[in-house]
Protein backbone atom coordinates (compact mmCIF):
# COMPACT_ATOMS: atom_id res chain seq x y z
CA UNK A 1 0.00 0.00 0.00
CA UNK A 2 1.29 3.38 -0.91
CA UNK A 3 0.03 6.52 1.38
CA UNK A 4 0.38 10.31 0.22
CA UNK A 5 0.44 13.27 2.95
CA UNK A 6 -0.26 16.40 1.01
CA UNK A 7 0.30 19.71 1.80
CA UNK A 8 -2.84 21.51 3.13
CA UNK A 9 -4.25 24.59 1.45
CA UNK A 10 -6.97 25.87 3.21
CA UNK A 11 -5.88 29.25 4.33
CA UNK A 12 -4.00 28.94 8.27
CA UNK A 13 -4.95 25.22 8.23
CA UNK A 14 -1.40 24.58 10.13
CA UNK A 15 -1.96 20.67 10.57
CA UNK A 16 -0.57 18.10 8.85
CA UNK A 17 -2.10 14.62 8.41
CA UNK A 18 0.58 12.26 9.58
CA UNK A 19 3.35 13.24 11.66
CA UNK A 20 6.93 11.31 11.31
CA UNK A 21 5.82 8.89 14.26
CA UNK A 22 3.30 8.08 12.33
CA UNK A 23 5.57 7.62 8.63
CA UNK A 24 8.11 5.59 10.52
CA UNK A 25 5.12 2.71 12.09
CA UNK A 26 3.75 2.27 8.31
CA UNK A 27 7.65 2.25 6.84
CA UNK A 28 8.12 -0.34 9.31
CA UNK A 29 5.17 -2.20 8.43
CA UNK A 30 6.79 -2.38 5.29
CA UNK A 31 4.36 0.58 3.11
CA UNK A 32 5.61 2.90 1.03
CA UNK A 33 4.88 6.80 2.43
CA UNK A 34 5.40 9.82 0.38
CA UNK A 35 4.71 13.49 1.53
CA UNK A 36 4.70 16.77 -0.47
CA UNK A 37 7.70 19.32 0.41
CA UNK A 38 6.79 21.36 3.48
CA UNK A 39 3.25 19.41 4.19
CA UNK A 40 4.20 19.18 7.85
CA UNK A 41 6.16 22.64 7.94
CA UNK A 42 4.00 24.60 10.09
CA UNK A 43 3.35 21.79 13.07
CA UNK A 44 7.51 22.57 13.14
CA UNK A 45 7.93 18.90 11.60
CA UNK A 46 10.43 19.19 9.11
CA UNK A 47 11.35 17.53 5.89
CA UNK A 48 14.54 16.08 7.06
CA UNK A 49 12.60 14.47 9.49
CA UNK A 50 10.21 12.64 7.52
CA UNK A 51 12.69 11.24 5.29
CA UNK A 52 14.80 10.28 8.31
CA UNK A 53 11.47 8.18 9.31
CA UNK A 54 11.42 6.45 5.98
CA UNK A 55 8.95 8.69 3.80
CA UNK A 56 9.55 9.92 -0.37
CA UNK A 57 9.42 13.54 -0.27
CA UNK A 58 7.68 14.92 -3.44
CA UNK A 59 8.32 17.91 -5.00
CA UNK A 60 4.68 18.77 -6.69
CA UNK A 61 1.55 17.92 -5.27
CA UNK A 62 0.49 15.61 -8.76
CA UNK A 63 3.68 13.87 -8.04
CA UNK A 64 2.16 12.50 -4.52
CA UNK A 65 -1.50 12.11 -5.67
CA UNK A 66 -0.45 9.76 -8.56
CA UNK A 67 1.55 7.67 -6.47
CA UNK A 68 -0.60 6.82 -3.84
CA UNK A 69 -3.10 4.25 -3.12
CA UNK A 70 -4.57 6.23 -0.01
CA UNK A 71 -4.27 10.45 0.36
CA UNK A 72 -4.59 11.58 3.39
CA UNK A 73 -5.02 15.67 4.62
CA UNK A 74 -6.65 17.43 7.13
CA UNK A 75 -8.86 19.54 6.11
CA UNK A 76 -11.49 19.06 3.32
CA UNK A 77 -10.39 19.18 -0.20
CA UNK A 78 -10.40 21.57 -2.49
CA UNK A 79 -11.67 21.46 -6.21
CA UNK A 80 -7.81 20.90 -7.10
CA UNK A 81 -7.40 18.08 -4.67
CA UNK A 82 -10.40 16.44 -6.01
CA UNK A 83 -8.88 16.97 -9.43
CA UNK A 84 -5.68 14.14 -8.74
CA UNK A 85 -8.32 11.76 -7.59
CA UNK A 86 -9.21 8.47 -9.91
CA UNK A 87 -10.94 5.45 -9.36
CA UNK A 88 -8.59 3.70 -7.82
CA UNK A 89 -7.81 6.31 -5.14
CA UNK A 90 -9.19 6.39 -1.82
CA UNK A 91 -9.04 9.74 0.19
CA UNK A 92 -9.13 10.35 3.97
CA UNK A 93 -10.12 13.66 5.37
CA UNK A 94 -12.14 15.74 7.63
CA UNK A 95 -14.84 16.18 4.60
CA UNK A 96 -17.63 17.79 6.49
CA UNK A 97 -19.54 17.15 2.94
CA UNK A 98 -23.30 18.06 4.40
CA UNK A 99 -21.86 21.77 5.16
CA UNK A 100 -19.92 21.44 1.76
CA UNK A 101 -20.35 22.93 -2.13
CA UNK A 102 -22.46 20.59 -3.95
CA UNK A 103 -20.06 20.86 -6.88
CA UNK A 104 -17.34 19.24 -4.39
CA UNK A 105 -19.19 16.14 -4.08
CA UNK A 106 -20.09 16.36 -7.10
CA UNK A 107 -16.43 15.89 -8.46
CA UNK A 108 -15.52 13.64 -6.20
CA UNK A 109 -18.54 11.36 -7.78
CA UNK A 110 -17.54 11.92 -11.01
CA UNK A 111 -13.67 11.09 -10.42
CA UNK A 112 -14.79 7.60 -8.83
CA UNK A 113 -12.63 7.88 -5.92
CA UNK A 114 -13.57 6.20 -2.47
CA UNK A 115 -13.71 9.44 0.37
CA UNK A 116 -13.70 8.74 3.57
CA UNK A 117 -14.47 10.88 6.30
CA UNK A 118 -12.84 11.18 9.31
CA UNK A 119 -15.62 12.73 11.35
CA UNK A 120 -18.15 9.95 10.51
CA UNK A 121 -16.03 6.82 11.72
CA UNK A 122 -17.23 5.03 14.39
CA UNK A 123 -15.85 2.66 17.04
CA UNK A 124 -17.41 0.00 18.85
CA UNK A 125 -19.49 1.85 21.11
CA UNK A 126 -20.65 3.72 18.84
CA UNK A 127 -18.39 7.20 19.48
CA UNK A 128 -16.78 9.37 17.03
CA UNK A 129 -12.70 8.37 17.83
CA UNK A 130 -11.16 10.81 15.11
CA UNK A 131 -13.47 13.60 15.57
CA UNK A 132 -13.30 13.74 19.22
CA UNK A 133 -9.80 13.85 19.68
CA UNK A 134 -10.38 17.17 17.50
CA UNK A 135 -13.20 18.29 19.59
CA UNK A 136 -11.58 18.06 23.09
CA UNK A 137 -8.63 20.14 21.64
CA UNK A 138 -11.10 22.86 20.18
CA UNK A 139 -13.39 22.64 23.48
CA UNK A 140 -10.33 23.30 25.66
CA UNK A 141 -9.07 25.97 23.06
CA UNK A 142 -12.76 27.34 22.94
CA UNK A 143 -12.49 28.60 26.46
CA UNK A 144 -8.96 29.82 26.37
CA UNK A 145 -10.35 31.92 23.28
CA UNK A 146 -13.41 33.22 25.26
CA UNK A 147 -11.71 34.11 28.21
CA UNK A 148 -9.06 36.17 25.56
CA UNK A 149 -12.19 37.98 23.82
CA UNK A 150 -13.75 39.18 26.98
CA UNK A 151 -11.21 41.18 28.12
CA UNK A 152 -10.62 44.66 27.38
CA UNK A 153 -8.05 44.10 24.75
CA UNK A 154 -9.42 40.48 23.30
CA UNK A 155 -11.49 41.77 20.60
CA UNK A 156 -11.47 44.93 18.00
CA UNK A 157 -13.76 47.16 20.04
CA UNK A 158 -12.76 44.78 23.66
CA UNK A 159 -14.71 42.42 24.94
CA UNK A 160 -16.96 43.57 28.53
CA UNK A 161 -14.10 43.44 30.28
CA UNK A 162 -14.48 41.01 33.11
CA UNK A 163 -12.65 37.77 34.37
CA UNK A 164 -13.98 34.01 33.64
CA UNK A 165 -13.53 33.38 37.05
CA UNK A 166 -14.23 35.26 40.46
CA UNK A 167 -12.56 37.17 42.66
CA UNK A 168 -14.04 37.81 46.58
CA UNK A 169 -17.08 40.23 46.34
CA UNK A 170 -17.31 39.44 42.20
CA UNK A 171 -19.60 36.99 40.53
CA UNK A 172 -17.89 34.88 38.47
CA UNK A 173 -18.36 34.88 34.62
CA UNK A 174 -21.82 33.34 33.19
CA UNK A 175 -20.76 30.72 30.24
CA UNK A 176 -23.68 28.74 28.74
CA UNK A 177 -22.98 26.08 26.42
CA UNK A 178 -24.68 24.35 23.72
CA UNK A 179 -24.22 20.51 23.41
CA UNK A 180 -23.42 18.37 25.97
CA UNK A 181 -20.65 16.23 23.82
CA UNK A 182 -17.12 16.34 23.45
CA UNK A 183 -16.22 19.83 22.52
CA UNK A 184 -18.87 20.92 24.87
CA UNK A 185 -18.22 18.50 28.13
CA UNK A 186 -14.69 19.73 27.39
CA UNK A 187 -15.14 23.19 27.34
CA UNK A 188 -17.08 22.96 30.71
CA UNK A 189 -14.26 21.49 32.36
CA UNK A 190 -12.20 24.29 31.48
CA UNK A 191 -14.54 26.28 32.16
CA UNK A 192 -15.20 25.47 35.90
CA UNK A 193 -11.60 25.25 36.30
CA UNK A 194 -11.23 28.52 35.88
CA UNK A 195 -13.95 29.62 38.02
CA UNK A 196 -16.68 30.61 35.54
CA UNK A 197 -20.72 29.92 36.12
CA UNK A 198 -21.10 27.59 33.64
CA UNK A 199 -24.55 25.97 31.92
CA UNK A 200 -24.99 22.95 29.53
CA UNK A 201 -27.71 22.81 27.40
CA UNK A 202 -28.45 19.53 25.46
CA UNK A 203 -31.42 18.14 23.80
CA UNK A 204 -30.85 14.98 25.49
CA UNK A 205 -32.03 14.29 28.84
CA UNK A 206 -29.23 11.29 29.07
CA UNK A 207 -26.16 13.20 27.77
CA UNK A 208 -27.71 16.06 30.61
CA UNK A 209 -27.62 13.60 33.43
CA UNK A 210 -24.23 12.25 32.63
CA UNK A 211 -23.09 15.48 32.25
CA UNK A 212 -23.97 16.10 35.71
CA UNK A 213 -22.36 13.20 36.74
CA UNK A 214 -19.16 13.96 35.55
CA UNK A 215 -18.78 17.21 37.21
CA UNK A 216 -20.77 16.41 40.75
CA UNK A 217 -23.17 18.89 40.51
CA UNK A 218 -21.36 21.72 40.23
CA UNK A 219 -22.77 22.97 36.80
CA UNK A 220 -26.41 23.87 35.88
CA UNK A 221 -28.12 21.61 33.16
CA UNK A 222 -30.75 22.38 31.17
CA UNK A 223 -33.14 21.25 28.55
CA UNK A 224 -32.03 22.35 24.75
CA UNK A 225 -35.74 24.11 23.80
CA UNK A 226 -36.01 27.77 22.20
CA UNK A 227 -37.28 29.22 25.39
CA UNK A 228 -34.41 27.57 27.68
CA UNK A 229 -32.22 28.80 25.05
CA UNK A 230 -33.07 32.12 24.54
CA UNK A 231 -32.94 32.60 28.18
CA UNK A 232 -29.97 31.65 28.95
CA UNK A 233 -28.43 33.44 26.02
CA UNK A 234 -29.76 36.53 26.92
CA UNK A 235 -27.84 36.64 30.33
CA UNK A 236 -24.52 34.88 28.98
CA UNK A 237 -20.52 36.52 29.03
CA UNK A 238 -19.71 33.69 26.67
CA UNK A 239 -21.56 31.30 24.56
CA UNK A 240 -19.76 28.07 23.59
CA UNK A 241 -22.08 26.21 20.26
CA UNK A 242 -20.75 22.36 20.47
CA UNK A 243 -23.81 21.45 18.34
CA UNK A 244 -23.37 18.44 16.19
CA UNK A 245 -25.81 16.51 14.23
CA UNK A 246 -23.49 13.53 12.55
CA UNK A 247 -23.08 13.78 8.67
CA UNK A 248 -25.40 16.87 8.65
CA UNK A 249 -25.20 20.77 8.44
CA UNK A 250 -26.05 21.98 12.07
CA UNK A 251 -28.83 23.70 12.67
CA UNK A 252 -29.23 27.39 13.90
CA UNK A 253 -30.22 26.90 17.53
CA UNK A 254 -29.72 30.43 18.10
CA UNK A 255 -31.50 33.11 16.29
CA UNK A 256 -30.29 36.70 15.00
CA UNK A 257 -32.30 38.09 17.48
CA UNK A 258 -31.30 35.92 20.34
CA UNK A 259 -28.00 37.50 19.68
CA UNK A 260 -29.29 41.05 19.34
CA UNK A 261 -30.62 40.88 23.22
CA UNK A 262 -27.04 39.24 24.70
CA UNK A 263 -25.13 41.62 26.67
CA UNK A 264 -22.59 44.13 24.78
CA UNK A 265 -19.12 42.98 24.64
CA UNK A 266 -20.20 39.15 25.24
CA UNK A 267 -18.58 36.71 22.89
CA UNK A 268 -19.72 33.77 21.11
CA UNK A 269 -17.37 31.41 20.14
CA UNK A 270 -19.22 28.91 17.70
CA UNK A 271 -17.57 25.15 17.30
CA UNK A 272 -19.63 24.06 15.25
CA UNK A 273 -18.74 26.22 12.68
CA UNK A 274 -17.48 23.77 10.60
CA UNK A 275 -20.52 21.71 9.71
CA UNK A 276 -21.86 25.73 9.06
CA UNK A 277 -22.51 26.89 12.60
CA UNK A 278 -25.26 27.07 15.14
CA UNK A 279 -25.48 30.45 15.47
CA UNK A 280 -27.48 32.48 13.06
CA UNK A 281 -25.54 35.20 13.21
CA UNK A 282 -22.23 33.26 12.37
CA UNK A 283 -19.84 33.14 9.21
CA UNK A 284 -16.22 31.04 8.55
CA UNK A 285 -13.53 33.24 9.94
CA UNK A 286 -9.32 32.34 9.88
CA UNK A 287 -7.21 32.07 12.39
CA UNK A 288 -5.61 35.36 11.30
CA UNK A 289 -9.14 37.55 10.94
CA UNK A 290 -10.78 35.19 13.67
CA UNK A 291 -13.73 37.64 15.02
CA UNK A 292 -15.86 39.79 13.65
CA UNK A 293 -18.06 42.21 15.70
CA UNK A 294 -21.98 41.82 15.07
CA UNK A 295 -24.63 43.43 17.03
CA UNK A 296 -22.17 44.32 19.84
CA UNK A 297 -21.14 40.71 20.40
CA UNK A 298 -17.90 39.52 19.23
CA UNK A 299 -18.33 36.39 17.36
CA UNK A 300 -15.36 33.74 16.82
CA UNK A 301 -15.82 31.10 14.10
CA UNK A 302 -12.89 29.92 13.06
CA UNK A 303 -13.98 26.12 11.36
CA UNK A 304 -10.71 24.63 12.12
CA UNK A 305 -9.79 25.58 16.29
CA UNK A 306 -7.00 22.58 16.73
CA UNK A 307 -4.91 24.63 13.96
CA UNK A 308 -4.22 27.01 16.58
CA UNK A 309 -2.22 23.83 18.23
CA UNK A 310 -1.06 22.19 15.30
CA UNK A 311 1.86 20.08 16.56
CA UNK A 312 -0.24 18.95 19.16
CA UNK A 313 -3.19 18.54 16.94
CA UNK A 314 -1.31 16.70 14.10
CA UNK A 315 0.02 14.31 16.91
CA UNK A 316 -3.52 13.41 18.41
CA UNK A 317 -4.82 13.07 14.66
CA UNK A 318 -1.88 10.98 13.78
CA UNK A 319 -2.37 8.55 17.17
CA UNK A 320 -6.59 8.21 15.94
CA UNK A 321 -5.97 7.91 12.28
CA UNK A 322 -3.29 4.96 12.45
CA UNK A 323 -4.83 2.01 13.10
CA UNK A 324 -7.74 2.57 10.15
CA UNK A 325 -4.32 3.07 7.25
CA UNK A 326 -2.61 -0.12 8.99
CA UNK A 327 -5.90 -2.33 8.60
CA UNK A 328 -5.94 -0.56 4.76
CA UNK A 329 -2.97 -1.98 4.14
CA UNK A 330 -3.48 -5.17 5.87
CA UNK A 331 -6.67 -6.27 4.71
CA UNK A 332 -6.99 -3.78 1.57
CA UNK A 333 -9.60 -1.06 1.40
CA UNK A 334 -12.87 -3.24 0.30
CA UNK A 335 -11.88 -5.77 3.18
CA UNK A 336 -10.91 -3.74 5.65
CA UNK A 337 -14.45 -1.88 5.32
CA UNK A 338 -16.14 -4.45 5.49
CA UNK A 339 -14.94 -6.01 8.25
CA UNK A 340 -15.47 -3.07 10.26
CA UNK A 341 -18.85 -1.62 10.52
CA UNK A 342 -17.72 1.75 11.88
CA UNK A 343 -14.72 2.21 9.44
CA UNK A 344 -17.84 1.68 6.86
CA UNK A 345 -20.21 4.37 8.07
CA UNK A 346 -17.51 7.07 7.14
CA UNK A 347 -17.34 6.26 3.79
CA UNK A 348 -18.72 8.55 1.79
CA UNK A 349 -18.72 8.21 -1.99
CA UNK A 350 -17.73 5.13 -3.94
CA UNK A 351 -17.64 4.50 -7.41
CA UNK A 352 -19.46 7.17 -8.19
CA UNK A 353 -22.09 6.34 -5.67
CA UNK A 354 -23.14 8.63 -2.50
CA UNK A 355 -23.06 6.28 0.35
CA UNK A 356 -24.08 8.48 3.16
CA UNK A 357 -28.42 9.32 3.13
CA UNK A 358 -28.06 12.45 4.84
CA UNK A 359 -25.67 14.01 2.52
CA UNK A 360 -28.07 12.39 -0.28
CA UNK A 361 -30.52 13.96 0.60
CA UNK A 362 -29.22 17.31 1.94
CA UNK A 363 -27.90 18.06 -1.68
CA UNK A 364 -30.07 15.36 -3.78
CA UNK A 365 -27.71 13.21 -5.57
CA UNK A 366 -29.03 9.67 -4.88
CA UNK A 367 -28.03 7.29 -2.09
CA UNK A 368 -26.59 4.03 -2.72
CA UNK A 369 -26.45 1.01 -0.09
CA UNK A 370 -22.68 -0.03 0.43
CA UNK A 371 -23.48 -3.49 0.90
CA UNK A 372 -23.54 -4.04 -3.04
CA UNK A 373 -19.69 -2.40 -3.30
CA UNK A 374 -18.77 -6.15 -1.44
CA UNK A 375 -19.96 -8.33 -4.30
CA UNK A 376 -17.31 -10.78 -5.51
CA UNK A 377 -15.36 -10.10 -2.48
CA UNK A 378 -14.55 -13.55 -1.28
CA UNK A 379 -12.34 -14.81 1.17
CA UNK A 380 -10.04 -16.00 -1.65
CA UNK A 381 -9.63 -12.41 -3.07
CA UNK A 382 -6.63 -10.95 -3.54
CA UNK A 383 -5.18 -9.07 -0.13
CA UNK A 384 -4.84 -5.67 -1.96
CA UNK A 385 -8.44 -6.13 -3.88
CA UNK A 386 -9.03 -2.41 -4.14
Not at 160 to 178: E, Q
Not at 361 to 382: C, H, I, M, Q, W
Request: charged share 20%; hydrophobic share 40%.
Amino acid sequence: MKYGILKEDLINEKRVALTPAGVQALVATGYTVYIEQGAGQLAQFTDEEYQQAGATIGFHREEVANRSDVILKVSSPSVHDVEELDGGTVLFAFLHLGASKRKNIEELLARKATAIAYELIENARGELPILQIMSEIAGQLSMQIAGHYLSAVGGREGGRGILLGSVPGIAPASVVILGGGTVGRTAARVALGMGASVTVLDKDLSRLREVEHIFQWRIATGMATDYAISRAVKHADVLIGAVLVKGERAPYVVTESMVKEMKPGSVIVDASIDQGGCVETSRPTTLADPVFNRHNVIHYCVPNIPSAVPRTASAALTNAILPYLLALGEQGVLRAIKSDPGLARGVCTYNGKCLQPSIAKALGFNYSDLEPVFDGLTPESRKDYR
